[in-house]
């Protein structure tokens, strides 16, 4: 089915569905799930014909085990790697993610991040391998497991938010101090990216806390 053929006949679907969901509105959340996956699907086929466009030397075939949702982090790194103008051997890159979906690891790479990696990988002229990135998401995951023992108690969470507020005193307002440490840290004012990420799953951890106590209250 040529592209203007398949035009026509998604528009007549979607007249379709139009008519099915105005006499039948309760079916719209039923089927809220199934839209949801084909947005995604779609976005993530616009990814993939981006990274595409970026390697266009790679076999076309190569790209259909990057046809899912599994593959989103990956092909998100990917395009960030070639739009920074990284070094990189994609099929070696195409080896290394069909190898962690194998191993069931492929959910590591949800941990990168470009903060961690642009400071510890500064030369652009070497090429950047698989083991460059698993570095980062491993390192960053060994953080965030750590952030997350700092949360066991509900003590230890108002202790842990005010000393990285900067000290705060048990009498100091912790909502305010979080306004005004925003305004000189998030990463848009020049702050440090995981710096803010680790102050923040710390607020909003101790706000849910908050919530919680406030509710039973």
Avoid at 31 to 47: G, M, P, Q, S
Avoid at 54 to 67: I, K
Avoid at 77 to 89: C, D, E, F, N
Avoid at 98 to 126: P, V
Wanted: net charge neutral.
């Amino acid at each position: 089915m040529d592209r203007a053929s398949a035009s026509n006949r998604l528009d007549d679907l979607l007249w379709e569905c139009r008519g099915i969901f105005k006499e039948h509105p309760e079916l719209l959340t039923k089927y809220k799930a199934e839209w949801k996956k084909i947005e995604l699907a779609v976005a993530n086929t616009k990814r993939v014909n981006q990274l595409r466009a970026l390697w266009p030397d790679v076999p076309s075939q190569a790209f259909l085990d990057l046809d899912s949702n599994q593959s989103v982090p990956f092909v998100t790194m990917m395009i960030g790697l070639a739009k920074r103008h990284y070094r990189v051997q994609p099929l070696s890159m195409f080896l290394f993610w069909r190898r962690m979906c194998a191993t069931g690891q492929d959910n590591i790479l949800t941990y990168f991040s470009w903060g961690r990696f642009e400071t510890t990988f500064t030369d652009k002229t070497e090429t950047v391998l698989a083991k460059d990135l698993l570095r980062v998401c491993s390192d960053n995951q060994s953080f965030l497991d750590n952030v997350g023992k700092c949360l066991a108690d509900n003590q230890s969470v108002d202790y842990k938010i005010r000393e990285l507020l900067g000290g705060l005193s048990m009498q100091s307002d912790i909502r305010a101090a979080w306004k005004k440490w925003v305004m000189t840290n998030h990463p848009d004012k020049g702050g440090d990216p995981e710096n803010f990420l680790k102050v923040k799953l710390v607020y909003d951890e101790w706000c849910e806390i908050n919530s919680q106590q406030s509710t039973k209250g």
